[in-house]
């Protein structure tokens, strides 16, 4: 990287700094993301899914109005996975990551806007137009274009849900601008799980319930993201239930997303539960190879960069498991032909890409695999990471960790480093905890909105790898009792 690049990246940086804070700035950048530029364009690295999103969620407009504000012109932003940035990571910062994650609600719940305030629509990125379809998102594509063109509710609601990085948010959004862009009269709304409840609380505690209620009750389609942040939030589901029955009951149509099916969504109560899955539930797969070469071509056309089909065909091989970590390999060996001054070849690929196609697949499997546990229990990424031992977020760590050994080529090490920096010898024990609860054909117990659960384990570890769509367990997996005794030894 060139000087004068270094130099206006720490400038940025630095202003970004300022603009949201040092606190947070510490909280979710430093040690946390890397920054690079290339031709307008900005991309941010980040440890996981979780931080990418969160990062791209609270702080995308203060980065870009940041880069903006330095280089003097406008810029695209971007979020790639680096596996590198799990050892910066300190514990210290994972727990603020928690502590950040489980304020935010409560912050963003305070009265600072007058009642009955209604915030302009956003710019939404997401456009069907855009959307590549192929066998593993077809149903899903097709059902989000029927909502778009139609005038009339036709399934309610439309349920998607499938692993970080495939596109739902793609598919919500691009409902959206496809209503905006044909000049229909059908009111939209589109927010997330928390803007949802932040809504409700910032109703709830300054008496603008009816004003609340009077925005999302009267909406022709209504889009949440993210649906599974209201799991455990008792107060939210029953205004959210309400909300459905009277958008529902006028014929309108209500669209959602979330990472997990309805039932494995932190335990709702029944009457939601079945809202939820009385309409469209589809389920978004990863692309298959034909898929994945699709949208690296039209990345890279978009950006103007052209790029030869071997190269395409050596990241799709090598990448297999989502639409962002195929834009974020693409986009490092953009930036390192660029800076290298070379045409782009397979080999250069194989060069630029050495640390980061090897493990990447494994890295969003135990992404998908946290982002499952955690929605099922009621938690969130953050909360796995951190160093905390409630009943609830050890049993979540304990079996996220025992599907990852199961499910993925990944070692103890690895395992423990992607979940928090966790020593190898805490995976083997949690390991080994799930091993005897399953041996003893045992109950195990956690909290919840709810209350205290309790579940068998084997079904609960079921339902989980239903979920994942796992396959049987990889060969250094079997048996698993014997392969961390092994290790353990």
């Known amino acids: 990287m060139s000087c004068a690049v270094t130099e206006t990246i720490e400038l940025i940086q630095k202003k970004l700094s300022e603009t949201i804070g040092q606190q947070r700035y510490g909280i979710w950048f430093k040690n946390a993301t890397t920054f690079s530029m290339t031709d307008g364009l900005v991309s941010v690295g980040v440890p996981n899914h979780f931080v990418g999103t969160w990062i791209q969620n609270h702080f995308a407009e203060s980065i870009v109005e940041a880069a903006k504000e330095v280089t003097g012109r406008d810029v695209q932003l971007t979020f790639a996975i680096d ?3 799990h050892v910066s990571l300190r514990k210290s910062q994972l727990n603020k990551q928690a502590d950040s994650v489980a304020k935010q609600s409560v912050a963003a719940g305070r009265p600072v806007r007058r009642t009955g305030y209604v915030p302009p629509p956003r710019a939404l990125r997401g456009r069907l137009e855009d959307f590549v379809v192929g066998r593993s998102n077809q149903l ?41 862009d044909r000049g229909s009269q059908r009111r939209w709304r589109y927010v997330s799980g928390e803007e949802f409840t932040n ?19 009267s909406l022709d389609v209504l889009v949440i993201d993210d649906v599974h942040f209201l799991a455990n939030k008792k107060a939210t589901q029953e205004e959210f239930l309400h909300t459905y029955n009277a958008i529902d009951a006028a014929g309108k149509q209500v669209v959602l997303a979330s990472d997990a099916h309805p039932k494995l969504m932190g335990r709702l109560p029944e009457n939601l539960l079945n809202r939820f899955v009385c309409g469209m539930v589809v389920r978004i797969d990863p692309p298959d190879h034909d898929t994945r070469c699709e949208i690296l071509r039209r990345r890279a056309a978009k950006l103007n960069r052209p790029i030869s089909q071997e190269v395409i065909g050596y ?33 250069m690929a194989r060069r630029a890409l050495s640390d980061y196609l090897p493990r990447a697949d494994r890295l969003v499997t135990a992404n998908d695999i946290e982002s499952i546990v955690s929605t099922f229990f009621g938690l969130s990424p953050a909360e796995l990471h951190s160093s905390r031992k409630t009943q609830t977020i ?11 050994r199961r499910h993925t080529s990944m070692s103890f090490p690895e395992i423990g480093r992607v979940m928090g920096r966790k020593n190898h010898s805490t995976v083997i024990l949690a390991c080994r905890k799930i091993e005897r609860t399953l041996a003893e054909n045992a109950m195990v117990a956690w909290q919840n909105g709810d209350g205290r659960q309790e579940m068998l384990l084997r079904p609960l570890l079921a339902q ?12 250094h997996q079997e048996p698993a009792a014997s392969a961390i ?5």
């Not at 998607?160 to 919500?172: I, N, R, V």
């Not at 989980?464 to 060969?475: C, K, R």
């Not at 005794?485 to 030894?489: L, V």
């Open 199 to 217: 809504h409700f609380l910032s109703g709830l505690q300054t008496g603008g319930l009816n004003a609340f209620r009077e925005q999302f009750r």
């Open 464 to 475: 989980l790898e239903e979920q994942m769509g796992a396959h049987p367990p990889l060969p």
């Open 83 to 85: 596996p590198q940035l």
């Open 315 to 347: 990241i799709a091989d090598n990448l297999r498991a989502n639409v962002r970590e195929l834009e974020g390999a693409l986009l490092k060996l953009l930036a390192f032909a660029s800076f290298m001054r070379e045409p782009m070849t397979v080999a």
């Open 140 to 180: 899903a594509y097709t059902a989000a274009m029927s909502i778009a063109e139609a005038s009339t509710q036709q399934f309610n609601p439309l349920f998607l849900y499938g692993g970080c990085g495939l596109g739902k948010t793609h598919l919500l959004q691009g409902v959206c601008n496809a209503l905006r």
């Open 394 to 404: 050890a049993l979540a760590r304990a079996v996220a960790m025992y599907l990852a």
């Open 485 to 489: 005794r092994a290790s353990a030894g």
